[in-house]
Every structure is written in structure tokens, then in C-alpha cells.
């Protein structure tokens, strides 16, 4: 089910948040805000965790000195990240200037 809180003894509930250390919401609005926050926070994490599974993915392909590898890995990372900013979990500017700093790198490898 869930684990006790060292300092209360609260349940922490399944996505791993603890709610020991802030007093919960008595009105139901603020209560399914607090259940709707939960939940985007859930996908944003398991969106930036994508991105960076294939930032080191990238990362690896670069460092073997292996262009085709990173060419069809630099293309779902761009996908991914356009994505996340269209999603607004990134932020445009960020996005954009992964995906430069991505093609720079993939330019001098391929020179």
C-alpha cells in the first residue's frame, strides 16, 4: 500500500509523495488540485527521465565515435525534446538550445 513517514507516522501514497511534512487540504478543491499536481508531476518526471535516458544514449554513441548511431538517436532526442517544450515540461528556449548544442556536436563528428 504504502509507506509510514518517519516523523508521523502518515502513509506516503504510491507516487512516492509524503505528506508529513505539510498539513493536508480540507476543501475538496484543493484536495483534487493537490490529487491533479500529483499527477502532472508524475508524467513531467517520466518525461524528463526519457530525456535524459536518451541524452546518455546520445552521449554514449558520440563518445564511440559512431555518426549513424548518433544521427538516428540525435532525432528521436529532437523529437523528445520538441515534445517536452510543446508540452511545456521544458521550456522553448532549453529545448532549443539542446537541440543547437546537439547539432554542433553531431557536425564536428561527422567532420
Known sequence: MGRAC??????????????CDQPMPIKPAALKALRQNLAARARNQA??????????KYRKAMTAKNADQAKIVSRELIRAL??????????????????????????????
Not at 518517519?6 to 505528506?19: E, R
Not at 529545448?95 to 553531431?106: I, N, P, T
Open 82 to 111: 520538441d515534445r517536452a517544450a510543446q508540452k511545456k515540461v521544458i521550456s522553448r528556449n532549453t529545448a532549443g538550445r539542446r537541440k543547437s548544442r546537439l547539432m554542433r556536436a553531431l557536425k564536428k563528428l561527422a567532420v
Open 47 to 56: 518525461v524528463k527521465h526519457n530525456l535524459k535516458k536518451l541524452a546518455v
Open 6 to 19: 518517519q516523523k508521523t507516522g502518515a502513509v506516503v501514497n504510491w507516487t512516492g509523495f509524503s505528506y
